[in-house]
């Protein structure tokens, strides 16, 4: 419990520090809602045609990358004890945890994919259905990237002693307890947001608004508590296997 306390507490401390980053996932939240608003897409109940779907993507692909600026300066921020200089100082080794991060993030998405469509032979298609379906494979992805994770987050924080094997060594007889860590800290907020979605679907315009302008604060504080997730993590697996050796 103390380490689900901590992985909260780093939030607001993280957003006085740099307010200017902390409203980045704020702005391309905003951004994609705006979009899904002029689209139609919680006026037809969440369906949206293909056209309209690519362009939703496209703003969905910006919002990614916002979030993951957040979520790695979070980090190192994290790491670095407020150090904001070092936290956005660019080195090779971060840069081969952000490659690492990426590849591991697109092999789930492939994964989150299949399981979707596999998910979806048993809920009728709907954006309940569709919510569902995907949050189920997301925890999937969760478990298993606890694995790795230890590792990955070691690469962007320029920690050399916590390599991919020792992370797995580390993890995987403890994998519960990590998916705990990481569901305790991510998904009350995801759950929020996905909650906030849905109850903006057939709504009036001014509801609409009022959810999604809420949701995109919810967004912020999401992103922060990901990056203390993996932190909190990442530092659990550093202290076991310290005292390992």
């Not at 001014?206 to 530092?235: C, E, M, P, Q, Y």
Request: aromatic share 10%.
């Amino acid at each position: 419990m103390n380490k689900v306390i901590e992985t909260y507490s780093r939030i607001w401390p993280f957003i006085r520090a740099l307010p200017l980053l902390a409203a980045l996932p704020l702005a391309v939240e905003l951004t994609q809602h705006v979009a899904e608003i002029e689209l139609g897409l919680y006026a037809s109940g969440g369906v949206l045609p293909p056209e309209a779907r690519q362009v939703r993507l496209a703003f969905g692909v910006v919002k990614i990358l916002g979030l993951l600026v957040t979520i790695v300066v979070a980090l190192r921020w994290f790491a670095f004890q407020g150090n904001a200089r070092r936290a956005f100082r660019p080195t090779w080794i971060l840069a081969k945890g952000i490659v690492a991060y990426v590849l591991f993030d697109a092999v789930g998405e492939i994964l989150q994919d299949g399981l979707d469509r596999l998910f979806q032979t048993v809920y009728a298609p709907s954006h309940a259905g569709e919510v569902a379906t995907h949050v189920a494979s997301e925890l999937v992805w969760i478990f298993l990237s606890g694995l790795w994770l230890p590792w990955n987050v070691a690469l962007l924080v320029e920690d050399r002693t916590m390599t991919f094997r020792r992370s797995v060594r580390t993890t995987l007889p403890r994998i519960a307890l990590v998916f705990g860590y990481l569901c305790a800290g991510i998904v009350p907020l995801m759950a929020l947001h996905q909650a906030l979605g849905f109850l903006a679907l057939n709504r009036a315009p001014a509801i609409v608004w009022s959810l999604n302008i809420v949701d995109a604060g919810v967004v912020v504080l999401l992103a922060i508590a990901i990056g203390s997730s993996f932190f909190t993590v990442h530092r659990w697996a550093a202290d076991r296997a310290g005292a390992a050796t």
